[in-house]
């Protein structure tokens, strides 16, 4: 028997699924159908007990936790799990897949992360719509009551962050051209959509001093990640940094919110965020204005830019076509710019892949 206990004593209960501890933190819902995997590993759900809204997960397994020839996760997201818990309707202890290598169950387990499955998460999911996203705890005992720590008092980034810097250089197709990316928690597909069009990626911490590194780089990657914007003031004054120098800048997710931030803009919190992987987005034209044209997206984010904030000679690129939300900001010149969701996928579609290619343009 498990529990998951909202901040006003809401009770959903369950079976237990993974590790049998008890966790607390924000309860936020995932409306993917596949990308579990991704998901979990995903450090911008550091500090989040996470609920699918797929009725079946882990029906397909979990892949190996291998890494690739420049030493990170070949086939997750990040190192290891960043979620505290994990709520699902119907959790599969079977699976088939040619590349699986543990069931879910037994990976949340192996990784100490508490779940619960048989959840009417339909019914949680709706109180989060309606209410907005809200502190929670999973108990293995039932209702017993507990203070509820918010992990959004804390700076989540500094503890995702890589702690000191690491280069990569592509193994194949060098162009001679490298980026320092702000590990604010980069997702893994973001170091691959670089090496892969042949950059060389210099992973630095989220408080890193470009002034005085002794890295040569050609622009400015600002990563997604976790909690509130306005706790990374190091980052923010980095990127202020990176456009006196007149550096290319991009920008994902978080890095869309620190952007706004280091130019004068503003950031607010969503009542229950986006996050799942088919949200259209509507791209506007180099005076803001929306065009015809739209992509399908990934997006894992619980904050926003402000549309009316922005300063002269920035307009809006991307906004949500459900909510009208910002989902992208870019200067006239072309050479900075930034989007809300996730051009990487991993999971979901692959629309916006193309972003990549027009960074590596703008690094001459």
């Given at each position: 028997m498990g529990s998951?206990?909202?901040?006003?004593?809401?009770?959903?209960?369950?079976?237990?699924?993974g590790a049998p501890v008890d966790a607390d933190g924000e309860v936020v819902f995932n409306t993917g159908m596949a990308g579990y995997v991704e998901s979990l590993t995903d450090p911008s759900y550091e500090g989040q007990i996470l609920v699918f809204t797929y009725p079946l997960i882990g029906n397909y397994g979990v892949p190996t936790e291998e890494k690739n020839e420049y030493g990170f996760a070949q086939n997750m997201e990040s190192e290891h799990i960043h979620v505290r818990g994990v709520i699902i309707s119907q959790g599969s202890e079977h699976f088939s897949h040619h590349s699986a290598a543990s069931s879910l169950k037994r990976w949340l387990e192996h990784h100490k992360i508490p779940a619960i499955t048989g959840v009417d998460t339909r019914a949680l999911t709706k109180k989060l719509r309606e209410h907005g996203v809200m502190l929670g705890r999973i108990s293995q005992k039932g209702t017993e009551s507990k203070t509820i720590e918010d992990p959004n008092t804390k700076n989540l980034v500094a503890e995702v962050s890589c702690k000191e810097p690491m280069t990569y250089e592509p193994k194949e197709n060098a162009i001679g051209k490298s980026?320092?990316?702000?590990?604010?928690?980069?997702?893994?597909?973001?170091?691959?959509?670089?090496?892969?069009?042949?950059?060389?990626?210099?992973?630095?911490?989220?408080?890193?001093?470009?002034?005085?590194?002794?890295?040569?780089f050609d622009g400015v990657f600002i990563s997604n990640g976790p909690g509130d914007p306005k706790s990374c003031v190091a980052t923010i004054r980095q990127i202020q940094w990176s456009l006196k120098q007149n550096l290319p800048t991009f920008g994902?997710?978080?890095?869309?919110?620190?952007?706004?931030?280091?130019?004068?803009?503003?950031?607010?919190?969503?009542?229950?965020?986006?996050?799942?992987?088919n949200q259209p987005c509507i791209e506007h034209d180099a005076q803001g204005k929306p065009t015809k044209k739209c992509i399908i997206t990934s997006q894992n984010h619980g904050f926003a830019v402000k549309p009316d904030q922005l300063p002269k000679g920035w307009h809006i690129w991307f906004t949500n076509a459900n909510d009208g939300t910002v989902e992208g900001i870019r200067h006239e010149s072309g050479r900075f710019f930034s989007v809300q969701f996730h051009p990487e996928a991993t999971p979901g579609p692959e629309d916006a892949n193309y972003l990549f290619d027009e960074f590596v343009k703008v690094l001459g």
């Open positions: 998951l206990i909202l901040a006003d004593g809401t009770v959903f209960s369950g079976e237990s699924f980026v320092i990316v702000f590990d604010c928690g980069i997702k893994n597909n973001i170091l691959r959509s670089f090496l892969k069009r042949g950059v060389t990626v210099h992973r630095v911490p989220w408080d890193y001093d470009l002034a005085s590194s002794p890295l040569k994902i997710c978080l890095g869309n919110q620190l952007l706004a931030l280091a130019i004068g803009g503003d950031t607010f919190k969503l009542k229950y965020g986006h996050r799942g992987v």
